[in-house]
């Protein structure tokens, strides 16, 4: 209050009184004073305000003062019409009955106000109380008929500048809206310039108005001020809450501090609270942005304090995606306290898989594992990381018995095989034998259930059985092709690359080449041809020349592609295999899906390459090597981004489908040392490192140095 | 353009000092009642009760000519609170009542505001408000800037602000609408802006109606494209003669130019009265039958022979909101300055 009286002041008004406040846009004094005796002077106008809460373009077109703006009416012999006076005495309009008395005075100096308004021995002029019911009613157009009514019938009637100025403010209130509506943001803020009288408090909408004007028109601090404006000014608490949520609707969250700061008794604790829960989750959103601090310690200090489960979730994935799975298991924990659900035992399985835990992931699992696809998935994650713990876990008959069932219920030939191993490794090999058998009927190109066949087979001394797979898969599988051969682990590798500095300088370029040179130029020589739905528009000369898809026919363009993968073009060639996706044919569908994912691989697009490959039908081989090159890709670009746990966990993957290389060996031994767990990178290291690898050796010199200085502390 | 102005000045004879408005206090009454809301909202009935630009600056044409202050101020209020929110202080062009905001595009029609700004015009010389005449001269300023373009190099009027600026398929040109050109409208908005020549921009319009003439058809399209001297209709616009175009003989005869332009028109009506033209063939479509369109047919008759316009259509019939609109309009023009047409004897 004290702020809005200087302003006041300062553009020459000074009240008496006030209990309605004007922003200072150029102000109509008279609106802001409700009651109290007529000013005994009027101070001269200063200078103009230099310091406004809301500024507009439209300081210097002040309104006149209302007194002496307008010539007054013709003073008669008879005195005043004391109609309009009458009228808002029994209105009980106190404001409008003091500007009446004020200007009959300066009009008829001698004249003296009713001492009782309200007595009825006045009788007031019906027209003008008729005009006045209009404008009350917020009927303009009928007011000036009405106006124009009675100056056809009295020429010499004069209406008051009062009812003027009321009947434009309230037009121009209504075009403010309509332009409000209509999105025509500068005449919103050119309406409301030339009608500074419409914000008041009690109009607090058209201030709203103005606001998003500012905001739309690219004026945010003007925006902002006029909200501060209100939140200085304005006491009505559902008003004032619901600006702070328009403000919210459209400032960023650094424009909303100093709005926030306005805060009365803490009106604006639920917005707080729920503007630090967007900020939580809009970081959990593609390329969100991290939030303050203070806004993640408000929702975990409310969560926590109301035992809001959302609120555990949503604070658990955030910890969760900062790699921080111990405070996610805290927030899961507690979410499952206080709302024992799939929901909240997803997360907590998530969070203790990260931690290492997969035991306490599967048990937290297990009873919600068939509520949902998601959660089944989990649980299965978890089962399987816990059938792999080294050292392998003595796992209890239930809980071995519900991983079994789910297995069979689900089909997954992942967990079978791991079921397999967890056998094996329990000197169990005739059963582990059954499990590899069953994983494979699940998933015939299954490597390690061929090798762990292979394992088991041996172990019971079916050498006959040993041999078969090693016909069927020896072409696949190193290590399958080498099992037994002992010289082959000290062999120096022949396809390996040169040994690399770092792991971290895999390429996409290298992954791509071995992928691409290991089928697709025969595939473009044998299906090629006889692909194509249409005719028009073959290749012709090379693909030098630059052709749109779609001037070529499916088959044309399958031939384009892989002319433009030659030439190492494949975002080209993506459009072209896009287009060669139109085929009727199904060998072209499945030949263009393949090639389109492969030109993703190629450009380091692993998801974007994983749902090129979903397009069409592949050959499980094909299959197998677009799986084999998408998750080295996803591992290495892990790796590279500092998500050692996701390198590990696609290493994992990609191990169900070829061979780990020694490259990709030495990746994952980084990834064990980055997470601290240097015993593990250490016996990786080792391991190729004997190979000659000279990666590794460099690793294992700083595997050691760490292992060292970990058991001198 | 000497002669133009000549011609224009010389035979302006819009609003001429009248003892009594020319429009009767009965028919003004009659179509408040039927297409003005106490609001001010001049509404076209024949179009799903919208409203729009050219509604209202025809009902404010028609308040200052019947001289009803108490209407004129009810229709400029609605005009201005609910359709003149445009930036620029032109005014939106459609109204529609059961849309949510009411103005949902806010282009603009330029026929409208330039009816908006003349019946502002009219206003302001009969009721001596200034306030009415600086509004008009703003609209005028701002159309006078934005809103002319070069057609075929001769100086045209834009139909609004966003669309009609021609594209490959028009060569570039512009799409006009030949009824835009209100003429009596032109030497008013010229003498309010010494720098643009809105006496050009009616030579346009009556050399758009010449090169009209020597098509099939002999008149234009309601929508058409001036190119290399010619004039066709406008691309993916019906190639149509239509209700946009009868009121292009209507204010010929209120801006009193030569009959001879009104020549082609008259010649494409029958006794029948007055039909939608297919412009490839000159064929007649489907007439064009209220009685506020075949007083128009009868006066281009009366101008060209002299016979009175029928009995029947010399009182308003408010059969729709545009053609009780053209009709009074017309009956204003017949009233005034030709009333040999009603069978009144000589001119006064």
Redesign the interface.
């Known amino acids: 209050m004290k702020r809005l009286a200087l302003t006041l002041c300062l553009i020459g008004i000074s009240l008496p009184a006030m209990a309605q406040s004007v922003a200072p846009f150029g102000v109509d004094p008279m609106t802001v004073s409700e009651t109290g005796p007529a000013p005994s002077t009027v101070p001269a106008p200063p200078p103009f305000a230099t310091e406004m809460p809301v500024q507009t373009e439209i300081g210097t077109t002040l309104p006149d003062p209302i007194l002496t703006a307008q010539a007054p009416a013709q003073p008669s012999a008879s005195g005043p019409d004391e109609t309009a006076l009458r009228y808002f005495a029994q209105q009980g309009d106190t404001v409008r009955l003091q500007r009446e008395i004020e200007r009959l005075r300066a009009l008829y100096p001698n004249w003296q106000p009713p001492a009782d308004p309200l007595t009825t021995d006045f009788v007031p002029d019906q027209s003008i109380v008729r005009i006045w019911d209009l404008v009350t009613a917020g009927?303009?157009?009928?007011a000036?008929?009405?106006?124009?009514?009675k100056?056809?019938a009295d020429p010499s009637f004069v209406p008051t500048a009062d009812l003027t100025e009321t009947i434009a403010r309230g037009?121009a209130g209504?075009?403010l809206r309509?332009?409000s509506?209509?999105?025509?943001?500068?005449?919103v803020i050119?309406i409301a310039a030339n009608a500074p009288q419409l914000l008041t408090c009690a109009s607090v909408d058209n201030l709203w108005r103005l606001a998003e004007a500012f905001i739309k028109t690219d004026a945010t601090q003007r925006g902002t001020d006029a909200y501060s404006y209100i939140l200085t000014n304005c006491t009505d608490a559902p008003e004032r809450f619901a600006t702070m949520q328009k403000a919210t609707d459209l400032l960023d969250r650094a424009a909303l501090t100093p709005l926030l700061a306005l805060e009365k008794d803490g009106e604006f604790t639920t917005l707080r609270l729920d503007l630090a829960r967007r900020a939580v989750a809009a970081a959990l959103e593609e390329d969100g942005a991290t939030p303050a601090s203070d806004d993640v310690d408000l929702l975990a200090k409310s969560a926590m304090a109301d035992k809001n489960a959302e609120d555990l979730r949503l604070l658990g994935y955030f910890e969760l995606d900062r790699n921080r799975p111990s405070e996610a298991r805290r927030f899961f924990e507690a979410a499952n306290a206080t709302d024992p659900s799939a929901a909240s035992a997803q997360g907590l399985g998530v969070a203790l898989v990260q931690l290492n835990d997969p035991a306490a992931a599967e048990a937290a699992l297990a009873e919600y594992r068939d509520d949902n696809e998601d959660i089944a998935k989990v649980y299965r994650d978890a089962a399987a990381a816990t059938l792999a713990r080294e050292p392998r876990l003595a796992i209890s008959e239930t809980i071995l018995g519900r991983i079994v069932e789910t297995t069979i219920a689900t089909r997954d030939a992942g967990l079978a095989q791991e079921l397999g191993w967890y056998a094996y490794a329990f000197n169990q090999p005739q059963t582990a034998l059954e499990w590899f058998q069953t994983a494979l009927g699940w998933q015939a190109d299954l490597e390690p259930a061929a090798y762990g066949l292979m394992v088991s087979a041996n172990a019971l001394g079916d050498a006959a059985r040993v041999e078969e797979i090693r016909r069927t898969w020896g072409g696949r599988s190193v290590r399958i092709a080498q099992f037994g051969n002992l010289t082959s682990l000290t062999a120096p590798p022949s396809v390996v690359p040169l040994p690399k500095p770092r792991p971290a300088h895999l390429t996409q370029v290298q992954t791509v080449r071995v992928a691409q040179q290991e089928a697709p130029r025969q595939v473009k020589q044998a299906e090629a041809p006889s692909g194509g739905g249409g005719g028009g528009g073959g290749s012709g000369g090379g693909c030098q020349t630059f052709r749109p898809p779609n001037s070529l026919s499916p088959g044309g363009a399958l031939t384009h592609a892989w002319c433009l993968m030659d030439l190492n073009r494949p975002a080209q060639a993506v459009d072209h295999f896009g287009r060669a996706l139109d085929s009727a044919n199904q060998a072209t569908r499945s030949d263009a899906a393949y090639g389109r994912a492969l030109a993703f691989v190629r450009l380091g697009l692993p998801d974007e390459a994983a749902v090129a490959a979903a397009a069409a039908p592949l050959s499980d081989k094909r299959v197998v090597e677009l799986q084999t090159a998408i998750l080295t890709l996803k591992a290495t670009s892990a790796y590279n981004i500092g998500k050692y746990q996701l390198a590990l966990a696609m290493l994992d993957a990609r191990a169900q489908y070829a061979a780990e290389r020694n490259d990709l060996l030495t990746l994952r031994a980084w990834s064990y040392y980055h997470l601290r767990r240097f015993r593990e990178a250490e016996r990786i290291f080792a391991a190729v490192a004997a190979t000659g690898y000279g990666d590794a050796v460099s690793g294992l010199d700083a595997a050691r140095a760490s292992l060292r200085s970990a058991q001198s502390q | 353009m000497k002669r133009l102005a000549t011609l224009l000045l010389g035979g302006l004879m819009t609003v001429p000092a009248f003892a009594a408005p020319a429009i009767t206090p009965e028919e003004w009454q009659s179509y408040l009642d039927a297409y003005v809301s106490p609001e001010g909202r001049v509404i076209d009935t024949g179009n799903g009760n919208i409203s729009h630009s050219e509604s209202q600056g025809y009902g404010l044409v028609l308040a200052a000519l019947a001289e009803d202050r108490p209407s004129f101020d009810r229709i400029l209020n609605f005009t201005k609170t609910e359709l003149m929110i445009r930036d620029d202080g032109l005014a939106a062009w459609r109204w529609e009542p059961d849309a949510d905001p009411h103005v949902t595009d806010t282009n603009n029609a330029t026929d409208g505001d330039m009816l908006i700004a003349y019946g502002l015009l009219l206003a302001s010389d009969l009721w001596g408000e200034t306030a009415f005449f600086t509004e008009a001269a703003a609209m005028v300023g701002t159309m006078g800037r934005n809103l002319l373009v070069p057609a075929d190099g001769l100086p045209a009027i834009l139909p609004g602000t966003e669309g009609f600026a021609g594209n490959d398929a028009t060569a570039g040109q512009p799409i006009l609408n030949p009824s835009y050109w209100i003429f009596e409208t032109l030497p008013r908005f010229d003498s309010l802006d010494p720098v643009i020549d809105w006496n050009a921009v009616a030579e346009t319009g009556l050399e758009l109606l010449r090169r009209a003439s020597t098509t099939p058809a002999g008149i234009p399209g309601d929508w058409v494209v001036m190119a290399g001297g010619a004039i066709g209709p406008a691309p993916d616009f019906p190639a149509e003669f239509g209700y946009n175009g009868i009121r292009i003989p209507l204010y010929l005869m209120r801006a009193g130019l030569d009959p001879a332009f009104l020549e082609p028109f008259r010649a494409k009506a029958s006794s029948a009265g007055l039909f939608k033209i297919d412009l490839a063939t000159g064929n007649a479509i489907e007439p064009i039958e209220e009685p506020g369109y075949r007083l128009i047919q009868a006066a281009m008759e009366c101008v060209a022979t002299g016979q009175p316009v029928p009995e029947e259509l010399r009182t308003l019939q408010t059969t729709s909101y545009y053609a009780a609109t053209l009709q009074l309009l017309m009956l204003d023009n017949l009233r005034r300055q030709r009333p040999n047409c009603l069978g009144l004897g000589a001119q006064s």
């Not at chain 1, 009927?139 to 009928?142: C, F, V």
């Not at chain 1, 509506?181 to 005449?187: C, I, K, T």
């Open positions: 009927d303009y157009a009928g000036r008929a009405a106006i124009a009514e100056k056809a037009e209504t075009r309509a332009a509506d209509a999105g025509q943001y500068d005449e050119s």
